[in-house]
């Protein structure tokens, strides 16, 4: 198993950046591929992106490709998403998640950080 904990959300102006930190405890951190989730107030929750358990590849949904990017540090057992020309309809708790190799859902979940983007 493996436990998430998210930090770095906050309040940011319009068109700043933010960059928000998943780390993991436990062994066989490079086993998990990672995601991003969000959900704002009154909505369901979204898919934001995810990482490769090697960090070669990323995937992202178009809402946020080209402003945010996903990485890892594997030897740190962390997981980050760097939030660039951040909107006011980014506001939302962020989630980071693991899925288990040859799991079909992410089945790990941190408890979120708040970002919150005025305008």
């Known amino acids: 198993q493996v436990q998430l904990v998210e930090s770095g959300g906050g309040l940011v102006q319009a068109g700043g950046s933010l960059r928000l930190s998943c780390a993991a405890s436990g062994r066989q951190f490079s086993t998990y591929a990672m995601g991003w989730f969000r959900q704002a107030p009154g909505k369901e929750r979204e898919f934001v992106g995810r990482?490769?358990?090697?960090?070669?590849?990323?995937y992202y949904a178009d809402s946020v490709k080209g402003r945010f990017t996903i990485s890892r540090g594997n030897a740190k057992n962390t997981v980050y998403l760097q939030m660039n020309s951040l909107k006011p309809e980014d506001t939302a708790v962020y989630y980071c998640?693991?899925?288990?190799?040859?799991?079909?859902?992410?089945?790990?979940w941190g408890q979120g950080t708040q970002v919150t983007v005025s305008s």
């Open positions: 990482i490769s358990r090697s960090g070669g590849s990323t």
């Open positions: 998640a693991a899925r288990q190799w040859l799991a079909s859902d992410f089945g790990y």
